[in-house]
């Protein structure tokens, strides 16, 4: 569920506006639950790059929404995240080497829920490439994130490509690669 889509009357941790009003312990929570959201955000781009795919894991409730079209196709589904975690380790483990700069933008924390716009630079490299070595995306992350009893996870993430540049023809071979996610 969006944030946009809530309809409980769960009280909300107050936004930028509201922080003047707050108390003391609302503006404390509010400030943690941005820094571990940030946290979650970037270990998504760390455990990628580290190719670290059990750590990735962390990341996740257990079942996801995802829709990364613009890089591997697929549509829009739902899926477990040992699967999902499990197509990226078939993704960037074929590639030599890989780069996320992921930078949370805005985040809204509705209670227990949270969105997260995140800007995203990922480089890519492919020494067997037929051309040039190198991709690079620029574009976004849609994150619905939910609080657990292990901190903030990642259930929704829709993936926007603004731009590509470099070799796009490997990064497209990679990802016809992918096994099927059933």
Not at 82 to 90: K, T
Request: charge should be negative.
């Amino acid at each position: 569920m969006t944030n946009s889509e809530r309809t409980d009357s769960a009280p909300a941790t107050p936004q930028p506006a509201h922080l003047s009003q707050a108390s003391l312990e609302e503006k404390i929570t509010y400030l943690l639950d941005r820094v571990q959201i940030a946290d979650v955000v970037q270990r998504y781009g760390e455990c990628t790059d580290m190719r670290d795919f059990a750590r990735l894991r962390t990341c996740f409730v257990d079942e996801i929404e995802v829709d990364h079209s613009p890089t591997i196709g697929m549509g829009r589904m739902r899926v477990s995240a040992d699967r999902w975690c499990e197509l990226a380790e078939e993704f960037h483990s074929q590639l030599d080497g890989d780069e996320h700069m992921l930078i949370p933008q805005t985040m809204t924390v509705l209670g227990d829920t949270a969105s997260c716009h995140v800007l995203m630079h990922a480089h890519h490299f492919y020494r067997q490439a037929n051309g040039s070595p190198f991709q690079t995306l620029v574009g976004t992350y849609d994150m619905d994130l939910v609080r657990t009893d292990e901190g903030w996870k990642i259930s929704r993430s829709i993936q926007g490509v603004h731009w590509s540049e470099g070799n796009w023809q490997f990064h497209s071979d990679i990802a016809d690669s992918l096994t099927d996610v059933g």
